[in-house]
């Protein structure tokens, strides 16, 4: 199992451009989430799902755009990034009922916005 | 709403000394509580979690928490600090609802000097 997938690793956008984040897991976990990761601030949630089809916002939504086809796919799209989006996004899912449940961690994507 | 707090954004400890890192939460439900750690440059990886089985959680490495409902509190401790445990920690709160929305805090820097 290659667990969470991130891609790209790294990326440099101008201001105004548009690009998505993507996110595959491989072990079949129905809840997933994005998260924003900044310096002091933490690890503060952008969206999230709990199946295919169902999306909903966290704490820091706007700018972002989510979907979820599958169960194994979950991007995040940037509609016009701004240097406020500068950070680092990690993916994460777990396994149900999810409460309890630990969530599991891509290795992250380091967004610079110019 | 669900909200961890950590108190102390850096700490540092000598190596061979207790490591004590301190987690308060807030939550309207019995919590379910993580605390997981990030080394350089790569994702999150879970240290231990508290889902009501007991109150003195063992994680890896060394590490352990106590959940205090009369305090909300659940520290993480570790006897003998180590250099390897450099590293960022962060606490975690998640409510086992329909959204089972997993809650950071601002995590804590811990260095380790020899």
């Known amino acids: 199992n290659a667990g969470v997938t991130q891609t790209p690793k790294f990326q440099v956008l101008k201001t105004g451009q548009s690009m998505t984040l993507q996110c595959a897991q491989d072990?079949?976990?129905?809840?997933m989430s994005w998260y924003r990761q900044d310096p002091g601030m933490g690890l503060r949630l952008i969206h999230y799902?709990?199946?295919?089809?169902?999306?909903d916002q966290g704490e820091v939504p706007n700018g972002y755009n989510v979907s979820r086809s599958t169960t194994e796919d979950f991007p995040l799209r940037l509609l016009s990034a701004a240097p406020s989006q500068t950070s680092v996004y990690f993916c994460?899912?777990?396994?149900?009922?999810?409460?309890?449940?630990?969530?599991?961690f891509g290795q992250g994507t380091r967004l610079t916005v110019v | 709403a669900q909200s961890v707090t950590q108190l102390g954004s850096h700490v540092s400890v000598s190596e061979g000394a207790l490591v004590l890192l301190r987690c308060n939460y807030s939550?309207?439900?019995?919590?379910?509580l993580f605390w997981y750690v990030q080394y350089p440059n790569q994702g999150l990886q879970l240290l231990l979690k508290?889902?009501?089985?007991?109150?003195l959680v063992k994680g890896i490495n060394g590490f352990e928490a106590e959940f205090k409902k009369s305090e909300t509190s659940f520290h993480l401790t570790k006897p003998s600090a180590h250099m390897s445990d450099a590293a960022e920690y962060f606490c975690?709160?998640?409510?086992?609802?329909?959204?089972?929305?997993?809650?950071f805090g601002t995590g804590t820097l811990l260095a380790v000097q020899p």
């Open positions: 994460a899912s777990r396994p149900p009922p999810g409460g309890s449940t630990e969530a599991f």
């Open positions: 072990m079949n976990h129905e809840y």
């Open positions: 799902s709990v199946g295919a089809g169902i999306t």
């Open positions: 939550s309207s439900v019995p919590p379910y």
């Open positions: 508290y889902t009501s089985a007991a109150t």
């Open positions: 975690a709160v998640s409510d086992g609802g329909a959204t089972n929305k997993l809650i």
